[in-house]
């Protein structure tokens, strides 16, 4: 069974920065596709970013690009979202999850497989 513990967030200003990490155990993390998404409220979760089993391809959801960065250590089995420029609709829960039955990125929260407990990113205007 795979678990996915999350870390990092918190409140931050328009304009700051944080990193979340998720650290997988429990499986072969260089053998998942992994992905980070969010949720505001009264909203469906949304696609942010998701890297590849090796981290040679990441894929971004189009308002994070250029601002987020999605990476992993599978080393560390251990996957990252660094946020900068952060903006107030950047606002809400954020999840990991991972993919392990594909070997490519996927954008659908659907064909994820497991998921992380959420942590709350909130930025003030």
């Known amino acids: 069974q795979v678990q996915l513990v999350q870390s990092g967030g918190g409140l931050v200003q328009a304009g700051g920065s944080l990193r979340l990490s998720c650290a997988a155990s429990?499986?072969?993390?260089?053998?998942?596709?992994m992905g980070w998404f969010r949720q505001a409220p009264g909203k469906e979760r949304e696609f942010v970013a998701a890297?590849?089993?090796?981290?040679?391809?990441?894929s971004y959801e189009d308002s994070v690009k250029g601002r987020f960065t999605i990476s992993r250590d599978n080393a560390k089995n251990t996957v990252y979202l660094q946020m900068n420029s952060l903006k107030p609709e950047d606002t809400a829960v954020y999840y990991c999850a991972a993919e392990v039955q594909r070997m490519a990125v996927t954008t659908y929260p659907s064909e994820y497989d497991y998921w992380g407990q959420g942590t709350q990113v909130t930025v003030s205007s």
């Open positions: 429990g499986g072969a993390f260089n053998r998942y596709v």
């Open positions: 890297i590849s089993r090796s981290g040679g391809s990441t």
